[in-house]
């Protein structure tokens, strides 16, 4: 097989990996908002990932953390309307990162990258509130830290094997 097929076989095993990560970032996402709005509407609501006092995921996602990053409702208000969920914006980004893996330009995975990247230090941001700050653990959370970390080694390999395409191609014109 030719460079450039390796490539392409290369860039469609990553799309797809890409794509089940992003699948499983939403329903992360999904499943940690239906935990947050169970609970807010029945603090008797027990989720699956509430294994115990120190691993609870509801806690974690009705804490001041949960809505606005902690960010958020500190400066806007509790009540603003940008004030959401965490996993609202969730959604929004694994989305996005799925759409932008659809597009096959060199442009759209460097900004996937760059996305994937800020979103690693989210998640560092999260770990240190979950694990300093709440004192819990929440395997929703760690879960999707992983998610975005697979994400970002993904997009890196995405773009250079893109840079590598574009420019063989150029050598071979």
């Given at each position: 097989?030719?460079?450039?097929?390796?490539?392409?076989?290369?860039?469609?095993?990553?799309?797809?990996?890409?794509?089940?990560?992003?699948?499983?970032?939403?329903?992360?996402?999904?499943?940690?908002?239906?935990?947050?709005?169970?609970?807010?509407?029945?603090?008797?609501?027990?989720?699956?990932?509430?294994?115990?006092?120190?691993?609870s995921c509801s806690?974690?996602?009705?804490?001041?953390?949960?809505?606005?990053?902690?960010?958020?409702?500190?400066?806007?208000?509790?009540?603003?309307?940008?004030?959401?969920p965490n996993s609202?914006?969730?959604?929004?980004?694994?989305?996005?990162?799925?759409?932008?893996?659809?597009?096959?330009?060199?442009?759209?995975?460097?900004?996937?990258?760059?996305?994937?990247?800020?979103?690693?230090?989210?998640?560092?941001?999260?770990?240190?509130?979950?694990?300093?700050?709440?004192?819990?653990?929440?395997?929703?959370?760690?879960?999707?830290?992983?998610?975005?970390?697979?994400?970002?080694?993904?997009?890196?390999?995405?773009?250079?094997?893109?840079?590598?395409?574009?420019?063989?191609?150029?050598?071979?014109?």
């Open positions: 097989m030719s460079k450039s097929g390796k490539n392409a076989a290369f860039l469609q095993k990553l799309r797809l990996w890409m794509i089940i990560l992003c699948v499983i970032g939403v329903a992360l996402s999904i499943y940690a908002l239906y935990v947050e709005i169970s609970k807010e509407s029945d603090q008797n609501y027990r989720a699956m990932c509430d294994i115990s006092e120190s691993i806690r974690v996602f009705t804490s001041r953390y949960g809505r606005g990053f902690g960010i958020i409702g500190s400066i806007l208000g509790e009540d603003h309307p940008l004030n959401q609202i914006p969730g959604i929004i980004f694994y989305s996005i990162v799925l759409i932008l893996g659809e597009n096959t330009s060199l442009t759209a995975a460097k900004i996937q990258k760059s996305l994937l990247f800020i979103s690693n230090f989210m998640s560092l941001y999260l770990a240190y509130l979950l694990y300093y700050v709440l004192h819990d653990f929440c395997v929703v959370c760690v879960s999707t830290y992983v998610v975005n970390f697979l994400l970002t080694v993904c997009a890196f390999w995405r773009v250079s094997t893109l840079q590598a395409k574009y420019s063989d191609s150029k050598k071979n014109s």
